[in-house]
């Protein structure tokens, strides 16, 4: 049987309570480019890259603002807010703690860019990480498979001895077509049961064992 050997966490929505920071974030940018926000447009764009919510934003809000200058209006904003301070989701910290001290390794892997993390690691702890992957380490994001490749990668692993946990389909789907196990943990939109994936409604109801279990 072949055992997990690693645990790799998505960061928004599911290690940190953040959807709704960028929800604030995208209504605001989407109004200084005159349009309007709503909750319909946010649920298109969970899971997805800084690239893919800045061109979505100028497609319904038909600006001629150039992405890279609304990629820095928003990166500004989000650090602003997250410097105020960021909450973990409900059963993060302890699954952490106990994956560190089931001798299990960890890694980091998210769309956003690095600046972005490296915030929120200030809060949750860089160190309790053994590698980090951010938007700016891969050239396709998720539901593409490079990002959790690039991670199963640096940790010289199989894919199969590593389980994912993720809170939108664009990551479920990242994380299966890598190879990984799948921990589900739905946040803003559904994730439906399938095999080698463990739905849950929230990190409280994962454990070391669970995790293991993945694998048999």
């Known amino acids: 049987m072949v055992g997990v050997e690693a645990v790799l966490f998505d960061m928004d929505g599911l290690l940190v309570d953040t959807e709704q920071v960028w929800y604030e974030v ?76 089931a001798g299990l390794r960890t890694g980091l892997v998210t769309s956003s860019a690095a600046v972005i993390a490296d915030a929120v690691l200030g809060v949750v702890g860089r160190e309790r990480f053994d590698i980090v992957v951010t938007g700016d380490d891969v050239t396709r994001y998720k539901p593409d498979p490079e990002p959790y490749r690039h991670a199963t990668g640096l940790l010289g692993l199989d894919p199969g001895r590593c389980v994912v946990l993720e809170d939108s389909p664009n990551g479920v789907a990242a994380a299966t077509a890598a190879g990984c196990l799948v921990v589900a943990v739905p946040s803003v939109l559904p994730i439906p049961e399938a095999p080698g994936r463990l739905v849950v409604g929230s990190l409280r109801e994962v454990t070391v064992d669970r995790l293991r279990g993945l694998a048999a």
Do not use: C, F
């Not at 005159?34 to 764009?45: A, K, M, N, Y």
């Open 26 to 101: 995208e209504t605001e940018v989407a109004e200084r480019l005159g349009g309007t926000w709503g909750r319909e447009h946010q649920r298109r764009l969970v899971g997805g890259s800084l690239d893919s919510t800045v061109a979505y934003i100028l497609r319904v809000t038909g600006s001629d603002v150039a992405p890279d200058v609304v990629a820095g209006w928003m990166l500004d904003s989000m650090k602003s807010r997250l410097a105020e301070g960021v909450e973990l989701m409900p059963g993060a910290d302890e699954l952490l703690t106990a994956v560190r001290a």
